[in-house]
């Protein structure tokens, strides 16, 4: 979930209000936001940073000063800043009406089709950017373009100076390798190509366009290179400084309505700040989704609607109308009622209502949770466990009642551990453990098979403890099995473990007789060949006809492996069989 | 264990049955069918734990996996706009280890009794570094509820009784919270006499996308609470890593502290 570092100063003046730290935190839990750490206050106010951590990866709106600030203004009910309507409606286009763009227009080249098809864009102006907005705006760039962008891979933004910009803009594919200039942080010229093999950004983004035959660039009507989508801006057009007026905004990327809503999102926030926003024309040469020209801001979203009765009925309350209606303005919607159906406008910068169930959630949290008290459950059900955890807790007591300690061990392990030091390599057993594709590490590579390598590792760090050891678990373990629609069997397994100067097939036998007898079963022993355990000093158990466990005493070998030089016998049962 | 044993118990007590399920799961079961967008940030390779070989099941039973395509496609049946992206029937096949106890709750959808309570205890990996905090493989407690009662305040009234009679609560407070498969969901923070405010859990009630999509029309209320911080707590541990130790002396030592 993002965290955005938040200046205190830009915050409060946009919510319009200075909260204490506790009062925030409270009021956080309207935007599903965690205070992550409080700013240190023998600094000045201007230079606090106050660490929010968002929980809705369905808000994006929501990652940035503005953002979170205009959330809980709303909730709050306090005025929209600087005095003004928030009324963002007069900068947006929509299906019906078009914004005056000006000069200000793009034109796509038909080749970008494949390559990153679709860019939005907008110009802010009225005032010169300061250094928190700056901060934050590079900040929204990075959280929305990594996290709601998957890596800018959907959403990429680039900030421009406006002013130093000759329009129309041309969004075009180019020859990597013939087509260069100076990108940012850098004094000399580089092919796009080189760009991406040499400079920081272009090694971390490179990925995005490695497939690609040409490269996204965009430019200016005198050729001035603006940047590289999603690598890297100019250093010229694309250097933007504290006290620069006039912005040019833009994005791209490879889904519509995703960017779009990005644009809106930034737009807004701006906006909030005291900017103009100025609309920009996308000439594009193949339909968006939204058209092939499109004005942006553009606001595509369409109306919600919810049941009272439904509503009421989810939330267990008796709310009418109009209390409904003030809940969903409280969290930036606009709403009409008709009978006995609530219609919703989104904001601008939302697009999360894919179901009645939003709506009825924005209800909620513009009541506040507050308002709702817990009621007790009436439905009568009866409790149950399953049949196999009683039948484990018969098995635990049995072996408690033998002496034996319980021990909890983790499922994941190494190829090491579960195969090559149980002296298992190349066998069929070996190769039927499950084996992981992304492991963190070797240690967590694989998915234990049996609970004898658990206890084995138990016992060889355990050499300071005083004998005898006798241990057992009851837990699972997976195996390969073709008749599973996985291809996989989880097992109940119950593992135990003596190990003693004295520790013998002869003493486990009664042992396993005593447990088996309690559990009442009918059972044939047969002498079995398994290579963990010494030959002619180990057994199958067999129920009619099937093996249900193992027991005998431990290989010298796997002994070794495991550095273990005193005698171990163990035993093993699969307890979904034997229930 | 016998820690987690009793909470079981007391589950049991309150009327919920116990489910339980393979420790290898398909993508289907463990998000898409929880309406999780195959796209979602938290699906890319580093989070989940996949299978080497096999890397597919074989197949995904009818009529879910066309009910679920249809919901994450345009909204199917449930009264969704859908997440308008294309259902990759192929990676919906994929092995994993499962990372989260409500592929449990996912898979008694299918077959819930109304009214119903059900829970498990269900050990889950994620793909995280261990340390104090993180372990390869962790437990979880997740349950539902089912039928007509189910609402907010009753969601509420049934995290207030987990609080109080599983965790020994004496002061409750619900956060609105976010999970990609209940709307609207709370978390609930409590007060415990002796270990002070913590966060016990997450809920909320199932989207329709989720609950129409294997046949199910009450709402169903989901829960979870974190079951390995509150062993460690009654342990009076402080390292997650030591609820799986291998140290036999120091596992022989240990008692719980309540």
Same mark, same amino acid.
């Given at each position: 979930? +993002? ?35 409080? $700013?240190?206050?023998?600094? +000045? ?6 660490? #929010? ?14 953002? #979170? ?45 494949? #390559? ?51 329009? +129309? ?46 490269? $996204? ?35 791209? *990327? ?30 594009? $040469? ?60 989104? +904001? ?34 009866? *409790?149950?466990?399953? $049949? ?26 190494? *190829? ?13 057993? *070996? ?149 | 264990? &016998? ?21 290898? %799961?398909?993508?289907?079961?463990? @998000? ?44 199917? /049946? ?5 997440? /308008? ?13 499962? &990372? ?11 077959? !819930? ?8 205890? !269900? ?12 372990? @390869?493989?962790?437990?979880?407690? %997740? ?39 209940? %709307?609207? @969901?709370? %978390? ?33 209320? !989901? ?14 541990? /402080? ?5 799986? &130790? /291998? ?12």
């Amino acid at each position: 979930m +993002p965290k955005i570092d938040v200046n205190e100063k830009l915050f409060f003046s946009l919510l319009g209000k200075t909260y204490t730290y506790d009062e925030l935190e409270t009021n956080l839990t309207c935007g599903k936001a965690e205070l992550d750490e409080k $700013p240190d206050t023998s600094l +000045p106010e201007a230079e606090r940073t106050i660490k #929010i951590e968002l929980n809705d990866t369905n808000r994006p709106d929501l990652w940035s000063t503005a953002g #979170i600030a205009r959330q809980l203004r709303q909730h709050a009910n306090l005025p929209s800043p600087n005095g003004k309507d928030a009324n963002y409606s007069s900068f947006f286009s929509t299906k019906e009406k078009t914004r005056d763009c000006g000069n200000r227009i793009v034109t796509v080249d038909p080749q970008l089709k494949d #390559i990153r098809p679709f860019m939005t864009a907008f110009v802010i102006s009225g005032k010169p950017i300061d250094e928190p907005m700056l901060l934050d705006i590079i900040q929204t760039q990075e959280k929305l373009c990594w996290n709601y962008g998957r890596k800018r891979r959907s959403i990429s933004m680039g900030i421009y100076r406006s002013a130093s910009i000759t329009w +129309p803009i041309r969004y075009a594919a180019v020859n990597p390798d013939t087509t260069s200039f100076v990108p940012l942080a850098s004094t000399e010229s580089m092919t796009c190509r080189q760009i991406l093999a040499e400079h920081p950004k272009g090694k971390e983004y490179g990925w995005i366009l490695a497939d690609k035959s040409k490269y $996204p660039l965009l430019i200016d009507a005198k050729d001035e290179v603006l940047s590289m989508a999603p690598i890297i801006n100019s250093a010229t057009l694309g250097a933007v400084q504290v006290g620069d007026t006039d912005l040019l905004v833009e994005m791209t *990327g490879t889904d519509m309505p995703t960017l779009t809503l990005a644009t809106s999102i930034v737009a807004c926030d701006f906006a909030d700040a005291g900017y103009s926003i100025l609309p920009v024309k996308i000439e594009h $040469p193949y339909d968006t989704g939204f058209g092939t020209t499109i004005t942006t801001p553009f606001y595509f979203q369409k109306p919600s609607q919810a049941s009272l009765s439904e509503v009421n009925r989810i939330l267990g309350s008796q709310l009418t109308s109009d209390e409904v209606t003030n809940a969903l303005e409280r969290m930036g919607s606009s709403v009409t009622v008709s009978g006995g159906t609530i219609e919703i406008r989104p +904001p601008e910068y939302r697009n999360d209502f894919l179901h009645e169930v939003d709506v009825i959630e924005d209800v909620m949290i513009g009541m506040t949770l507050d308002y709702f008290t817990p009621s007790k459950p009436h439905d009568f059900t009866i *409790g149950r466990l399953l $049949p196999q955890t009683l039948y484990n807790r018969k098995v635990k007591n049995l072996m408690v009642g033998m002496g034996y300690q319980e021990m909890i061990f983790n499922y994941l392990g190494s *190829g090491k551990d579960y195969i090559e030091k149980m002296n298992l390599s190349g066998t069929s057993l *070996g190769k039927a453990v499950i084996e992981i594709s992304n492991p963190m590490t070797e240690n967590f590579q694989f998915v234990r098979p049996s609970i004898l390598p658990s206890l084995l590792s138990a016992e060889s760090v355990s050499g300071n403890a005083v004998y005898p050891h006798r241990i057992f678990e009851t837990g699972k373990g997976v195996s390969r099995c073709e008749t599973e629609n996985t291809g996989t069997r989880t097992h109940d397994y119950l593992g135990f473990l003596t190990a003693a100067n004295n520790a013998n097939f002869n003493d486990l036998a009664s042992e396993v007789s005593t447990l088996l007898y309690y559990l009442e079963h009918e059972y044939t022993v047969v002498e079995s060949d398994d290579p963990r355990f010494i030959l002619g000093r180990q057994a199958s158990v067999l129920r009619e006809g099937v093996s249900v466990g193992i027991f005998g005493e431990i290989h010298p070998a796997v002994l070794e492996n495991w550095d273990i030089d005193i005698p171990c016998v163990a035993a093993e049962f699969d307890l979904q069989l034997l229930l | 264990m &016998s820690f987690l044993e009793s909470v079981k118990d007391k589950l049991c007590s309150l009327g919920f049955e116990e489910f339980d399920g393979p420790l290898v %799961e398909t993508e289907f079961w463990n @998000s898409d069918a929880l309406f999780m967008p195959q796209f979602h940030a938290a699906r890319d390779i580093h989070d989940v734990y996949s299978l080497k070989e096999p890397t597919l099941a074989k197949s995904i039973e009818e009529p879910f996996l066309s009910n679920v395509a249809a919901a994450h496609e345009t909204g199917g /049946n449930t009264g969704s706009r859908g997440w /308008n992206y294309s259902f990759d029937k192929e990676f919906t096949k994929r092995l994993i280890l499962r &990372s989260q106890g409500t592929v449990l709750s996912a898979h008694q959808l299918a077959t !819930a009794k109304v009214p119903g309570k059900y829970f498990g205890i !269900a050990r889950c990996f994620r793909y995280d570094k261990v340390d104090a905090t993180h372990l @390869s493989d962790f437990y979880q407690t %997740e349950g539902i509820v089912l039928g007509d009662e189910v609402n907010l305040k009753t969601l509420l009234g049934f995290l207030e009784m987990f609080a109080v009679e599983i965790a020994g609560a004496t002061d409750v407070k619900y956060v609105p919270g976010y999970f990609p498969f209940t %709307e609207p @969901s709370i %978390e609930v923070h409590i007060k415990h006499p002796v270990l002070g405010w913590f966060e016990l859990g997450g809920s909320g009630i199932f989207r329709p996308e989720v609950t129409r999509a294997m046949g199910i029309d009450v709402p169903v209320l !989901a829960w979870g609470i974190g079951i390995d911080r509150m062993a460690l707590m009654a342990l009076g541990l /402080n390292d997650l890593r030591e609820l799986f &130790s /291998n140290d036999i002396e120091g596992v022989r030592l240990r008692k719980a502290k309540y």
